[in-house]
């Protein structure tokens, strides 16, 4: 099979209240991508996922998974995903090991094999200590694993993970993302939203940003870093200051005493910059930037809409 | 084979939720039978004296027994499905490669085996206060099981509408408990005036009670063959309706 692992064409949805959600998607994810889907709030993100997995109606358009349409290929599309949902959907009062063995069962995976594969991803999630007790009694953190344990069960051609790292601490989001990681690299296609722009770009090859039910932005994370015009730089100074220096066409802002904000276009070189502080007698004891480079883009994009 | 699978899954966890919390779901019919055997069987029944040829707590067993499969097998489905929209743990299944028919089919069958459970010792219970002799054991069996899925179909429909915990109490509360209670489980419709006895006749639980009576007494106010005819009709009616609404998302899919 050489189809795309998903195709989108003009897909739109509108629900009961009115609201349109998506204005026409369009987005073709290549097999072994791992494509970042960004936006803010209500852009459009988890519809678009929800339209994929079958838990939200289409309003119009098409979509494929590895080249079979969602509605007329229902049961073949369905044991190519693997879904990890934004928020916990599994009964909390169930025993954590029979959530997973249960959606084994709904996939027709048979008991023997079920509960092989089940021992496998919850040791592998860390979750193998746990597996007699009720989800309630999980951390955050172990609920979220239960759910990539739980989407893993039939061996997913398609993973997507909804904010899969959402209120996860520092150390377990560094081992999921090593998991998703070791998991796309065995050929696993794999589509993340995600709030923290340093994940998308850490992890994905590919990023797509979504803003009010449009994609406006779909490329390898370096070209479109590349399409930054401006980047905006944090200068912590070693004198105080009483006002912001003069840098000619360099904006620039005093945030308190010491620290200078300078916003730097690509036309301009960070040696002038320096060169015109040193002449006005200023040191520069560090420097970094202000933001994420793919979240300053992502900000820049969806400011554009006059947010 | 893989169908086989799901449908098993979806059985056995209803079976196991049902077992895992009987304090809820089985000892309480258990005991409101028995509240019944005393008070109506025992204590009331003696001056009431025969009724249909048999004394009293006899003529009510079936009733009773009846009313147990109903609402316990609706509420299996109703509890078990909202829960799982509740809780979304629905999405489980619905991204899942299980047709609609499977999951209808699951829910069902779970909440017959709830029904059936109950009516069982419902009817144990009884033989502490009656002496009981099944006449026709086989349209005992085909009346128990029709009913307890023409209600677990019923729980499901609901399921899928109800948008809160108290939309799944307002149909057993108000309408199947009236109805229930007016579809002769206590008297034979025999004892009403024609005008009453006609407005009866257009209560389908009556059609089971008496169904279900004739199976193990051997006398019915009803045609046997009326009573199981309009049963599976309503069964296939139901399924079909349930069918289509889960097909088309209704309750479940934005």
């Known amino acids: 099979m050489t189809e795309r692992a998903l195709s989108i064409e003009g897909l739109r949805k509108t629900y009961s209240n009115g609201f349109q959600a998506l204005d026409g998607i369009y987005l073709d994810v290549e097999r072994g991508d791992f494509v970042a889907l960004l936006g803010p709030n209500g852009a459009g993100k988890s519809t678009t996922i929800g339209i994929i997995c079958s838990l939200i109606t289409k309003s119009s358009g098409n979509v494929k998974v590895f080249g079979m349409d969602i509605e007329r290929q229902r049961s073949p599309v369905r044991r190519c995903i693997g879904l990890v949902p934004q928020e916990f959907n599994f009964n909390i009062f169930e025993p954590v090991e029979e959530i997973v063995l249960n959606q084994a069962g709904y996939y027709g995976i048979p008991r023997r094999e079920a509960r092989r594969r089940t021992a496998a991803v919850l040791q592998q999630m860390g979750l193998w200590e746990k597996r007699r007790g009720s989800a309630r009694e999980l951390s955050g953190g172990m609920k979220r694993r239960l759910m990539i344990a739980r989407a893993l069960i039939h061996k997913p051609q398609l993973l997507i993970l909804d904010e899969p790292t959402a209120g996860v601490d520092l150390e377990i989001r560094r081992s999921m993302w090593e998991f998703l990681r070791e998991t796309n690299r065995s050929g696993v296609t794999i589509i993340l939203t995600t709030h923290y722009l340093e994940e998308a770009e850490s992890l994905c090859d590919r990023v797509a940003i979504i803003d009010r039910g449009r994609i406006v932005e779909h490329g390898p994370v370096s070209d479109l870093i590349g399409k ?5 730089f944090v200068l912590n100074t070693r004198a105080p200051l009483r006002r912001a220096p003069a840098l000619g066409d360099y904006p620039v802002r005093l945030l308190d005493s010491r620290t200078l904000e300078v916003e730097i276009s690509r036309r301009h070189s960070i040696n002038v910059l320096f060169e015109r502080l040193s002449v006005q007698g200023i040191q520069v004891l560090s420097m970094r930037n202000k933001a994420n480079r793919l979240e300053e883009l992502f900000l820049r994009l969806v400011d554009r809409g006059g947010r | 084979m893989s169908n086989r699978v799901a449908l098993f899954t979806i059985v056995s966890r209803e079976v196991l939720r049902f077992m895992r919390i009987w304090l809820q779901t089985l000892l309480p019919p258990v005991v409101v039978t028995a509240l019944y055997f005393i008070i109506f069987g025992n204590l009331i029944g003696p001056r009431i004296g025969s009724m249909d040829g048999f004394d009293y707590s006899q003529f009510i067993m079936p009733g009773l ?5 109903i609402t316990n097998s609706y509420s299996n489905v109703v509890s078990s499905f909202y829960s799982a929209k509740f809780h979304r743990s629905i ?18 069958l779970g909440g017959v085996l709830r029904g059936l459970v109950v009516g069982v010792l419902v009817m144990a219970v009884a033989l502490l206060f009656t002496e009981l002799r099944v006449e026709h054991v086989w349209i005992t069996v085909i009346i128990v099981v029709l009913t307890a899925t023409l209600f677990s179909i019923g729980g499901f429909i609901n399921a899928l509408f109800a948008k809160s ?13 009236p109805l229930t209670y007016l579809g002769g489980v206590f008297y034979s419709i025999d004892m009403l005036s024609p005008f ?3 407005i009866s006749l257009a209560n389908p639980i009556l059609y089971m009670v008496n169904g279900f009576r004739y199976g193990v007494l051997g006398v ?9 005819g309009l049963i599976v009709a309503m069964v296939l009616i ?6 289509a609404l889960l097909e088309r998302g209704v309750g479940i899919r934005s």
């Open chain 1, 228 to 232: 930054l015009d401006v980047e905006t």
């Open chain 2, 65 to 69: 027994v009846m009313m147990a499969v």
């Open chain 2, 91 to 108: 999405e489980e299944m619905l991204i899942s490669p299980m047709p609609g028919y499977l999951i209808l089919l699951g829910y069902t």
């Open chain 2, 165 to 177: 915990f108290d939309d799944i109490s307002i149909v057993p509360t108000f309408v199947l408990a």
């Open chain 2, 196 to 198: 009453w006895r006609q």
């Open chain 2, 220 to 228: 019915s106010d009803i045609g046997i063959g009326v009573a199981i």
């Open chain 2, 238 to 243: 139901a399924f079909g309706v349930a069918l």
